[in-house]
């Protein structure tokens, strides 16, 4: 490994976020010059050259970052340099970010106010705050800045990029989840999506009382179903707030259960205790060593879990984790990317039909009817606000349909003079099957949760 490898795989850990300042609002900070850029760019090659690697490699993170601070200080006086005082902290900041973290997206990686960063090139840096799209003055230096910070961050997870294999899926110490293709690909050069997940994360009522997705109902229901084992699946758009829900729904699995998780890219953030995690693998260079999750999945079976957590159902894997909610694995939970209840299960079809295994239609929806039990919808509105907007019960099949009942429901009445959505939520009247089963776990729901009368804002 060359010295400037090493140097960029030290301390990758944001150890450099509790530092900066949270509120910093990098929307109004003035764009870098071009003489400013030059002389980051000059100090940074100066360090590379100056630092002893073997003194490098014994230093703890926070010493190293005094050292840097001292040794930039120590570099600008011996080049002359007129700075002020902040120009001169700024500089120092931006190295220390180029050495131990991420470069000039370290800032945005801070603010916890941004939820999603989008490098639509080296220029051009978008993020997405409560749910609204936003230019920042962030830039790299280069095509090759960026493709550097892109190299570092797949490295950490044993992931490559290069014009072999110029897409990747990874994702940061914190678990924020990370795409990036390359030319030839990306024609405008390197590309970067980063999607941030809370370092503390949401819990049930930051759902109903913050950011009002769903109603205090709603959600004692969905806490009733997550406790008595019954098998559910999240659908939703990109950006819906599928694997947010996931994550607080399996938080009131008990202690006591096994559970094993399945991810393409692991971002699931388990709080319980006996928790195995498996993540998928791409193929080598020489096209081998593929991991699919249809193999985890059917090695998941033979560990003895009470509960199999999948992020994200997308291929053949629906076969076997339908076959495992039909043999004594109650409780699982995964997400699927569909616009509403009726096109998850049409999607879950079409899954098992990528298996292979000639199925009839009506045994695949038998399948889908017998193993799940509830399908809870989610929507991005166009305010950037995220709503559940149905919860249906799978109820059995009559002919070669699937039936589904309402249980609850968004019904939105129109857009207010600021972009806002207007609506309120209602219960549709239906008492669902599954509370006979709630009630044997001691989740007794009220008649008056389902009256259709009543509606909440």
């Not at 930039?72 to 006086?77: A, C, I, K, Q, Y």
């Not at 229901?221 to 707030?241: C, Q, R, W, Y």
């Not at 096994?258 to 260079?285: F, G, K, S, W, Y």
């Not at 193999?295 to 159902?313: Q, S, Y």
């Amino acid at each position: 490994m060359s010295f400037r490898e090493k140097l960029d795989a030290v301390a990758i850990e944001p150890i450099l976020r509790p530092h900066v300042q949270p509120t910093v609002d990098v929307l109004r900070n003035p764009v870098a010059t071009d003489s400013y850029k030059s002389l980051k760019g000059r100090m940074h090659l100066k360090l590379l050259e100056k630092f002893d690697l073997a003194a490098l490699e014994t230093l703890a993170p926070e010493v190293l970052r005094q050292e840097i601070s001292a040794m930039v200080g120590r570099l600008l006086l011996e080049e002359q340099e007129a700075l002020n005082e902040v120009e001169r902290r700024t500089l120092i900041r931006d190295i220390q970010h180029e050495m131990l973290g991420f470069g000039p997206i370290e800032l945005l990686m801070a603010d916890p106010t941004v939820s999603d960063i989008l490098v639509n090139s080296h220029e051009q840096i978008y993020v997405e705050r409560k749910g609204k799209l936003e230019l920042t003055n962030v830039t790299f230096t280069d095509e090759k800045h960026l493709l550097r910070i892109i190299d570092k961050i797949v490295s950490l997870v044993g992931r490559r990029i290069d014009e072999s294999s110029p897409m990747v899926d990874a994702r940061l110490p914190d678990g924020s989840r990370v795409n990036a293709v390359i030319p030839p690909v990306a024609l405008d050069g390197p590309m970067m999506s980063i999607r941030r997940f809370a370092h503390i994360p949401l819990k049930m009522e930051n759902l109903v009382n913050d950011l009002k997705s769903l109603t205090p109902q709603m959600a004692f229901m969905l806490e009733g179903l997550s406790k008595a084992k019954v098998n559910m699946i999240i659908s939703g758009g990109t950006g819906a707030g599928k694997t947010t829900l996931l994550n607080i729904l399996s938080g009131y699995i008990p202690e006591s259960e096994r559970i094993v998780t399945i991810e393409d890219a692991a971002e699931l953030q388990m709080q319980q205790p006996h928790v195995v995690r498996m993540e998928t693998r791409p193929m080598n260079i020489e096209g081998k060593g593929e991991i699919t999750q249809r193999a985890l999945v059917r090695n998941a079976l033979r560990m003895r879990p009470d509960r199999i957590v999948i992020g994200e159902v997308r291929g053949a894997e629906a076969v076997d984790m339908l076959q495992a909610m039909n043999t004594g694995h109650e409780g699982s939970l995964t997400t699927i990317h569909a616009n509403t209840p009726r096109d998850a299960l049409s999607r879950l079809e079409n899954m098992i039909g990528m298996a292979n295994l000639n199925l009839p239609h009506h045994a695949a929806r038998q399948q889908i009817a017998s193993a799940i039990t509830v399908v809870i919808q989610g929507l991005r509105l166009i305010d950037g606000k995220r709503k559940i907007t149905s919860i249906q019960e799978i109820t059995g099949m009559e002919g070669e349909v699937i039936t589904m009942q309402e249980i609850f429901a968004f019904r939105q009445t129109g857009v207010g003079a600021e972009g806002e959505v207007q609506g309120y939520f209602q219960a549709t009247g239906v008492r669902p099957k599954f509370a006979e089963r709630l009630r044997s776990f001691g989740v007794l729901l009220p008649d008056a949760m389902f009256d259709p009368t009543k509606r909440y804002e």
